[in-house]
């Protein structure tokens, strides 16, 4: 069965600094993995998604996530974090069967950026 | 390009009241569901369609029912509201298991008084 873990329901960067979100799956099969941004009294949005095609991944506002096999990790990585990344971060991975529909979301990390 | 659709955007119930929500896609996806998101707690699948005629309850179904009307619309009934159903609820579409993901609606905000 899939599963999503994602390590730190809080992150908290300055601006300018590094931002890294953890995210480890779990998979049978080859995943599809996705990360989701929400920012606040909106709904999720689509930031990039991994589909074998290369494993380094770039999304949308700087945003950047490596597939790890060896480490069953898709973290989700900025060089330098802006004011307006501040958001709830959400990574999901295909579900392959179950009731869970077909994606597997966790928890979400929820990133403030401090001026 | 209008995605998914949901309706109301807010709306306020008293206790035992029912309400439908709405959720209507153009993007011809197959699969549909709704989802809870409540502080703390992440997403909640609440029930999920895979595809057209057919519906499916996901982990916090209790309280609700589903219909999918056709391959565009799927609506969310609280047959009688609870303060405990206060929360945002948000639809997606998705084309199946695959590489597409979801789409996610803009949500609504339900208080429950």
């Known amino acids: 069965a899939q599963s999503v873990t994602q390590l730190g329901s809080h992150v908290s960067v300055s601006e300018g600094a590094l931002v890294l979100l953890r995210c480890n799956y779990s998979s049978s099969v080859p995943p599809y993995l996705f990360w989701y941004v929400q920012y606040p009294n909106q709904g999720l949005q689509l930031l990039l998604k991994y589909t074998s095609a290369a494993t380094l991944v770039k999304g949308i506002n700087g945003f950047e996530a490596e597939f790890k096999k060896s480490e069953t990790s898709f973290h989700l990585t900025k060089p330098s974090a802006h004011m307006s990344d501040a958001a709830e971060y959400f990574c999901a991975v295909t579900n392959y069967g179950g009731s869970q529909g077909n994606l597997i979301f966790g928890k979400g990390t929820k990133l403030s950026v401090k001026p | 390009n209008a995605g998914v659709t949901q309706t109301p955007k807010f709306q306020v119930l008293k206790t035992g009241q029912s309400m439908t929500l709405q959720c209507a896609q153009d993007?011809?996806?197959?699969?549909m569901y709704w989802y809870r998101q409540d502080p703390g707690m992440g997403l909640r699948l609440i029930y999920y369609?895979?595809?057209?005629?057919?519906?499916d309850k996901g982990e916090v179904p209790n309280g609700y029912n589903v219909s999918r009307l056709n391959k565009r619309e799927f609506s969310l009934r609280l047959e009688s509201a609870a303060p405990s159903q206060t929360s945002v609820y948000f639809c997606a579409s998705s084309e199946g298991v695959g590489a597409g993901g979801y789409t996610f609606g803009s949500g609504t905000r339900l208080t429950v008084v």
């Open positions: 993007m011809n996806h197959n699969s």
């Open positions: 369609s895979a595809s057209e005629g057919t519906t």
